[in-house]
């Protein structure tokens, strides 16, 4: 991620309460239902070793690969590639994503 500077290292951006750190330009999926967070696993797999919890709210990057884990298609059973704000690249269950 590259920092944009202008305009925002200049004038009420300076002096603001909120400033932009970065953009970065995707699909993103936003982590909503945990109750409180969602595993981030090394393979699309409930069983598979969790890399980190991304929080209610996080939007995380969809690196545009899904694989399902239930036959039938439905949503319950789906999978999605994504990297979280921090880079780790995992496999979070869609049940718990607004896509």
């Given at each position: 991620v590259q920092p944009i500077p202008e305009p925002f290292l200049e004038g009420i951006?300076?002096?603001g309460a909120n400033r932009i750190v970065a953009v970065q330009q995707g699909p993103f999926a936003r982590v909503t239902g945990t109750g409180s967070c969602l595993n981030i696993r090394e393979a699309p797999d409930p069983t598979a070793r969790a890399l980190t919890c991304a929080a209610e709210g996080v939007?995380?990057?969809d690196l545009g690969m899904?694989?399902?884990s239930d036959p039938s298609g439905s949503r319950e059973g789906s999978w999605l590639y994504v990297v979280t704000p921090s880079g780790t690249k995992?496999?979070?269950?869609?049940?718990?994503?607004?896509?």
């Amino acid at each position: 991620v590259q920092p944009i500077p202008e305009p925002f290292l200049e004038g009420i951006f300076l002096n603001g309460a909120n400033r932009i750190v970065a953009v970065q330009q995707g699909p993103f999926a936003r982590v909503t239902g945990t109750g409180s967070c969602l595993n981030i696993r090394e393979a699309p797999d409930p069983t598979a070793r969790a890399l980190t919890c991304a929080a209610e709210g996080v939007l995380l990057r969809d690196l545009g690969m899904a694989q399902r884990s239930d036959p039938s298609g439905s949503r319950e059973g789906s999978w999605l590639y994504v990297v979280t704000p921090s880079g780790t690249k995992g496999w979070a269950f869609t049940k718990y994503l607004e896509l």
